[in-house]
């Protein structure tokens, strides 16, 4: 097989959830240099699985992030990438950038189901109560932990 089939095929067991598998196949494509060499036939997504798969499952954290990041560069048009950027960021807990990378993703695909179930997750943030102070001013933080607390009590089924 080559280097290319090695790499669709790992990206495949990552999106079947078999990611021990699919790391290893993409750790293998990553660390073979006459794949770097041969790029053309290689997906640049592939990068962004192994990518989140370090952040995720081998606790590797600064490396998964920046393979992330280099395949957003690479291919700025593709919304797996830029999906699986969101998530290790949010692994990270960097919201922004998950935040980011998810509207990035929505914009080039709007329909995404991945990118919306994870913005679900997420939730969304209310803007801040006070617009020209940062989020992370006090009086921003206090008054929006006071509109969360008055905020009215959601309606129970019957």
């Not at 081998?58 to 048009?77: D, M, P, S, T």
């Not at 830029?82 to 929505?106: H, I, T, Y």
């Not at 994870?118 to 992370?136: A, H």
Request: aromatic share 8%; glycine share 6%.
């Amino acid at each position: 097989m080559t280097a290319g089939q090695i790499a669709r095929r790992g990206i495949e067991l990552c999106k079947e959830d078999r990611w021990n598998e699919g790391l290893d196949l993409l750790t293998q494509v990553f660390n073979t240099s006459d794949a770097r060499a041969s790029s053309g036939e290689l997906p640049i997504s592939y990068l962004s699985y192994l990518g989140y798969g370090l952040v995720r499952y081998k606790n590797k954290r600064r490396e998964g992030l920046a393979l992330c990041e280099q395949a957003v560069k690479l291919e700025f048009y593709q919304v797996d990438s830029w999906f699986n950027l969101a998530r290790a960021a949010a692994v990270l807990g960097e919201r922004r950038k998950a935040v980011s990378a998810l509207d990035r993703a929505l914009k080039l695909d709007p329909e995404h189901t991945p990118s919306l179930e994870l913005q679900s997750e997420m939730g969304q943030r209310r803007i801040p109560v006070f617009g020209f102070l940062s989020r992370d001013h006090f009086l921003n933080r206090l008054f929006g932990k006071l509109r969360h607390d008055l905020r009215p009590a959601p309606k129970q089924r019957a």
